[in-house]
């Protein structure tokens, strides 16, 4: 190959190096930024003062939906299987809302340690399929 | 093994020649485009029409026939500009530019179809238009990626130049498309991890995923054509006072 062409591709590759050496610092710095959310546990063990606006998500905790009968108040757990999280939220929820299914909340600790939410994102998974195949799917659990 | 190389090679060598890929496209094109509309029509009517409904989010999921598919080839087209990006710094091939600047707003428009479609799948399936997480982000970075490119190189009025500051910014924007990749494992995001991944097999019935493979070939064939239309504008307008362009089109 012609020496000068060599060199550019030298050239080349070295700056690519260098921008990507760049940026694997630059995230590593702000991996915990880059995080959408915190998890139950996350959220236990940082000190995240109470009323500071945070978002925490997991999973609905089977069995553990309360609705209010006389409003559109719901409390939930959220669990990452090590720890749990209550949350108290006072509006409507998205349809993909449901126990066994991720869930993002925007909101804050209360001095109790129970957590008021002011948004519920529903959180899908990369699960897709018809209807019939999720019956069996059910029928053999 | 070494003639067959040597005839791609010089294969490859005619093909950047602008007169001969301007012939070679202007015959071909017909030919491109009955095959894009054929896989693209295919793959859509399949996937929206025909594919089972999703047992949690109706049909609301059919939306990933668009997103995917254009998602991909924001991607691919990505990797494709940068890697005329490099052609073009080392062997200074002059069709090597005019590729990026045909490239790079077919893939610009394909982010902005993927942002858009997934901003209305994700307001029906999470409740919102947008959140900040790091999958809509890093896409949204690329998108201002390729708007950078597209300024850039028509703000330069020296083409040759212009073809040079842009090669660099296709060529170092290109590490925007593994974060995009891997974002949704390196980070917590609302953004659901791949259903596809090369380890394990698709998550997704084959009744659903197969017409999903045929959308994203269709798109690909689209942009194909689009790029082999776009590049012969493209051609015509930078070879303007060559002489074999005179001869094209004054007969003189």
Same mark, same amino acid.
């Given at each position: 190959?012609?020496?000068?062409?060599?060199?550019?591709?030298? #050239?080349?590759?070295?700056?690519?190096?260098?921008?990507i050496?760049?940026?694997?610092?630059?995230? *590593?710095?702000?991996?915990?930024?880059?995080?959408? $959310?915190?998890s139950p546990?996350?959220?236990? *063990?940082?000190?995240?003062?109470?009323?500071? %606006?945070?978002?925490?998500g997991g999973?609905?905790?089977?069995?553990?939906?309360?609705k *209010?009968?006389? *409003?559109?108040?719901?409390?939930?757990?959220?669990?990452?299987?090590?720890?749990?999280?209550?949350?108290?939220?006072?509006?409507?929820?998205?349809?993909? $809302?449901?126990?066994?299914?991720?869930?993002? %909340?925007?909101?804050?600790?209360?001095?109790?340690?129970t957590?008021?939410a002011?948004?519920?994102?529903?959180?899908?998974?990369?699960n897709?399929?018809p209807?019939?195949? #999720?019956?069996?799917?059910?029928?053999?659990? | 093994?070494?003639?067959?190389? @040597?005839?791609?090679?010089?294969?490859?060598?005619?093909?950047?020649?602008?007169?001969?890929?301007?012939?070679w496209?202007t015959?071909?094109?017909?030919?491109?485009?009955?095959?894009a509309?054929?896989?693209f029509?295919?793959?859509?009517?399949?996937?929206?029409?025909?594919?089972?409904?999703?047992?949690?989010?109706?049909?609301?999921y059919?939306?990933?026939y !668009?997103?995917?598919?254009?998602? +991909?080839?924001?991607?691919?087209?990505?990797?494709?500009?940068?890697?005329?990006? /490099?052609i @073009?710094?080392?062997?200074?091939?002059?069709?090597?530019?005019?590729? !990026?600047?045909?490239?790079?707003?077919?893939?610009?428009? /394909?982010?902005?179809?993927?942002?858009?479609?997934?901003?209305?799948w994700?307001?029906?399936?999470?409740?919102?238009?947008?959140?900040?997480?790091?999958?809509?982000?890093?896409?949204? +970075?690329?998108?201002?990626?390729?708007?950078?490119?597209?300024?850039?190189?028509?703000?330069?009025?020296?083409?040759t130049?212009g073809?040079r500051?842009?090669?660099?910014?296709?060529?170092?924007?290109?590490?925007?498309?593994?974060? +995009?990749?891997?974002?949704?494992?390196?980070?917590?995001?609302?953004h659901?991890?791949?259903? /596809?991944?090369?380890?394990? @097999?698709?998550?997704?019935?084959?009744d659903?995923?197969?017409?999903?493979?045929?959308?994203?070939?269709?798109f690909?064939?689209?942009? !194909?054509?689009?790029?082999?239309?776009?590049?012969?504008?493209e +051609?015509?307008?930078?070879?303007?006072?060559?002489?074999?362009?005179?001869?094209?089109?004054?007969?003189?």
């Amino acid at each position: 190959m012609h020496p000068l062409r060599k060199q550019r591709i030298y #050239a080349i590759v070295t700056v690519l190096l260098g921008a990507i050496a760049a940026l694997v610092l630059v995230m *590593s710095a702000l991996s915990k930024n880059m995080n959408l $959310f915190y998890s139950p546990s996350e959220l236990v *063990s940082s000190n995240v003062a109470p009323g500071s %606006v945070v978002r925490a998500g997991g999973m609905v905790a089977s069995g553990s939906i309360q609705k *209010s009968t006389d *409003s559109l108040e719901v409390i939930f757990l959220i669990t990452d299987f090590q720890n749990s999280l209550s949350v108290t939220y006072n509006g409507i929820l998205p349809d993909l $809302f449901s126990e066994d299914a991720g869930v993002v %909340v925007k909101g804050f600790l209360k001095e109790d340690g129970t957590f008021l939410a002011q948004e519920v994102l529903a959180k899908h998974d990369e699960n897709y399929m018809p209807p019939e195949v #999720a019956k069996m799917l059910n029928k053999i659990e | 093994m070494n003639r067959v190389w @040597s005839r791609i090679k010089n294969w490859l060598i005619a093909m950047g020649s602008p007169p001969h890929f301007y012939r070679w496209a202007t015959s071909s094109l017909p030919w491109l485009a009955g095959l894009a509309v054929i896989v693209f029509c295919a793959g859509l009517i399949w996937g929206l029409g025909f594919s089972p409904t999703d047992y949690k989010q109706g049909d609301v999921y059919r939306i990933i026939y !668009i997103h995917v598919p254009s998602a +991909i080839l924001a991607e691919s087209i990505y990797i494709f500009m940068a890697i005329s990006g /490099f052609i @073009s710094m080392v062997w200074r091939a002059k069709i090597a530019g005019m590729l !990026i600047n045909s490239a790079a707003p077919l893939g610009a428009g /394909f982010t902005l179809i993927a942002l858009l479609t997934g901003s209305i799948w994700g307001k029906t399936t999470w409740g919102t238009w947008w959140v900040w997480d790091a999958r809509l982000t890093s896409t949204l +970075i690329m998108f201002f990626l390729y708007a950078a490119i597209i300024g850039l190189h028509s703000s330069i009025e020296n083409k040759t130049k212009g073809d040079r500051a842009v090669s660099i910014l296709a060529v170092l924007g290109v590490v925007i498309v593994p974060i +995009i990749k891997k974002s949704v494992d390196w980070w917590q995001t609302l953004h659901q991890p791949s259903t /596809f991944t090369l380890t394990s @097999s698709p998550s997704m019935s084959p009744d659903m995923y197969l017409p999903l493979l045929v959308c994203v070939l269709g798109f690909y064939c689209l942009f !194909i054509f689009m790029l082999t239309n776009g590049l012969r504008a493209e +051609i015509i307008s930078r070879e303007r006072d060559k002489s074999w362009v005179k001869k094209q089109f004054f007969k003189y």
